[in-house]
């Protein structure tokens, strides 16, 4: 099915004890360990007053409180998928996957631009968890924009910025050739 982000809701206060839970009981098997590439609780350092002290301190805050992100390789048999989906769902404190109702089916994915504003927002859009989402453009490539205000526009890749998820393309604007950046997920090869 692929491999891609997507979004376990728990219960809140129990995010970290799921993910315990998730790394001792759902990686122990076999099947599983090739399922589950990464498992994170999205949180961001905020500025808090010590009451005692009257000092500021930086604290790590949930961002999303309930709610984990999980990096998946879903496997395309049904049989492993709804045991994968069954044992998730045994977990105390898991209230499911987002986007599904069934064990039989997977859950939607994030979103290329939803996953990169909650990175940007948590300070990792440049972690090891994008370092795998490289492009598989290359200058030369014919592509069409799939996205944004150049939506529709057919062009040519002049540029491939991995290290910001971003191409430069040359589309024909008023007759002359005009280059435009654009996010990975914003075209796509023709």
């Known amino acids: 099915?692929?491999?891609?982000?997507y979004v376990l809701q728990a219960v809140s206060g129990m995010e970290n004890k799921v993910v315990e839970r998730i790394k001792k009981e759902i990686?122990?098997?076999?099947?599983?360990?090739?399922?589950v590439i990464n498992v994170k609780i999205p949180t961001e350092n905020v500025e808090v007053k010590n009451p005692k002290t009257n000092q500021k301190i930086?604290?790590?805050q949930r961002v999303y409180p309930g709610?984990?992100?999980m990096e998946l390789d879903l496997p395309q048999d049904e049989h492993l998928l709804e045991r994968f989906m069954a044992a998730i769902k045994r977990i105390a404190g898991v209230i499911g996957f987002l986007?599904?109702?069934?064990l039989r089916k997977p859950p939607k994915p994030l979103s290329f631009e939803e996953v990169r504003?909650?990175?940007?927002?948590?300070?990792?859009?440049?972690?090891?968890?994008?370092?795998?989402?490289?492009s598989t453009f290359e200058v030369g490539d014919q592509v069409r924009i799939t996205d944004g205000p150049f939506k529709g526009l057919?062009?040519?890749?002049?540029?491939?910025?991995?290290?910001?998820?971003?191409l430069k393309v040359i589309v024909e604007i008023f007759n002359r050739e005009t280059p435009v950046n654009i996010y990975f997920d914003q075209a796509e090869r023709i």
């Open 1 to 5: 099915m692929g491999r891609a982000w």
């Open 27 to 35: 990686l122990s098997d076999e099947d599983f360990k090739k399922i």
């Open 58 to 60: 930086i604290k790590k």
């Open 67 to 69: 709610y984990i992100l």
């Open 99 to 102: 986007g599904t109702k069934s």
């Open 117 to 134: 504003s909650i990175f940007e927002r948590i300070g990792e859009f440049k972690s090891k968890a994008f370092l795998d989402l490289s």
């Open 154 to 166: 057919v062009g040519r890749v002049a540029e491939v910025h991995n290290d910001k998820f971003k």
